[in-house]
Every structure is written in C-alpha cells, then in structure tokens.
C-alpha cells in the first residue's frame, strides 16, 4: 500500500509466538494515517522490528466491508462467459481495468486488442480518457465459426514498448506467425 513514509510505521506488536494469530487491520485507519486509495499500488509489506533471520508465513488475506456502507457496484456492462478449456473467459473487456501512460502520446493499455493512442490520458491516475479503437482478428477457416482467444487469431497486437526512434507515432507490435513471433517498430499484414 502507499503509505508515506510520514506517517510512520504501524506497529502491530508481538504476533505469533506460540500459533497462528488472527490479526485485523481497518482501511480506515490506513487512510487516516495517510493512505491515498487512488494510489495503492504495491502489495502488503510486514517485516520484524527487533529481529533478524524471521520467517513469516501470511496467509488468507481479504479484503472484508464491516461497516457496511459503499458497497461495490456491478459492472455496468453487457458481458458473457464463455467456457474455455477447464473455466471461462468474458467476451468483453471490463472498462474499469482500462489504464494509460503518457510517452510522446497517450498510450492504453488492459483494454484488450485495441489501437494503442487514445485521446487522452490522465497521468496522476493513469485512467485514459476517450474510447480505444478495437482491432479486429483477421481468421480463417473452422476459426471464422468460433469464438477465439486473442493470443490464437492471426494478427499483428500493438503493445506499449520501444518505439522507433525519431518516430513518435509508431508503436511497437507482435506478430504471431505459425513459425516464429516477430517483435518490430512496423505491422505486418
């Protein structure tokens, strides 16, 4: 979580001398102590303060809502699952996972096989504003009938990495053959 380090630590004493140990901690009291929900962005960090050479073993973390109030909305879009292999798979891409980075441009990215420039992007929040250009697979074949996977159609899939120097409006891409993946500044078609 991104606590400034301002706020100090958070002790929790003496935990687990003799067996397991339940231990609760309130979101809320994170925030007072200067928690940013907006910006958690690491995962839970614990360690001894008074020992070395300390083995830790955490397990069942949740997240719980005890008071009882904002509690999380549906997803306010159309969706499937489809089954695949032993589980499922939506057949959409749930726009609050969408996130962006600004370099020379605005660049989306967990918003499935899309262009990758969007019209805006909010750097603090890394939230993109606009809506992505979907790609469509270029398949054949018993494929046509089928709902497939994008990591299995034929295609070239921007993704955000090096772009050609001098060239700010270029993005990289992958391009899946039957062979080999080529990785280039260029689509192939």
């Given at each position: 979580m991104c606590v400034s380090c301002s706020s100090g630590d958070r002790s929790l004493g003496v935990k687990g001398q003799d067996?397991?140990?339940?231990?609760?901690?309130?979101?809320?009291?994170?925030?007072?102590?200067?928690?940013?929900?907006?910006?958690?962005?690491?995962?839970?960090?614990i360690w001894?303060?008074?020992?070395?050479?300390?083995?830790?073993?955490?397990?069942?973390?949740?997240?719980?809502d005890t008071d009882g109030d904002n509690e999380?909305?549906?997803?306010?879009?159309?969706?499937?699952?489809?089954?695949?292999?032993?589980g499922n798979v939506s057949d959409v891409i749930n726009p609050s996972s969408y996130r962006c980075a600004v370099d020379y441009?605005?660049?989306?990215?967990?918003?499935?096989?899309?262009?990758?420039a969007i019209p805006g992007c909010n750097a603090a929040t890394k939230i993109p504003t606009g809506t992505p250009t979907k790609i469509f697979p270029q398949i054949i074949g018993n494929a046509l009938d089928k709902n497939v996977p994008t990591h299995k159609w034929w295609g070239s899939i921007p993704f955000r990495g090096e772009m050609r120097v001098g060239d700010v409006n270029d993005t990289a891409h992958v391009t899946a053959d039957p062979i080999r993946a080529r990785v280039s500044n260029k689509v192939y078609a």
């Open positions: 067996d397991w140990e339940e231990v609760s901690i309130e979101v809320d009291d994170l925030v007072d102590a200067g928690l940013s929900l907006v910006s958690v962005n690491t995962g839970i960090v001894a303060s008074q020992y070395t050479n300390t083995i830790f073993q955490i397990d069942n973390i949740r997240w719980e999380p909305e549906d997803p306010q879009i159309e969706y499937n699952l489809l089954q695949y292999g032993k441009g605005n660049w989306i990215y967990n918003a499935g096989v899309v262009e990758p």
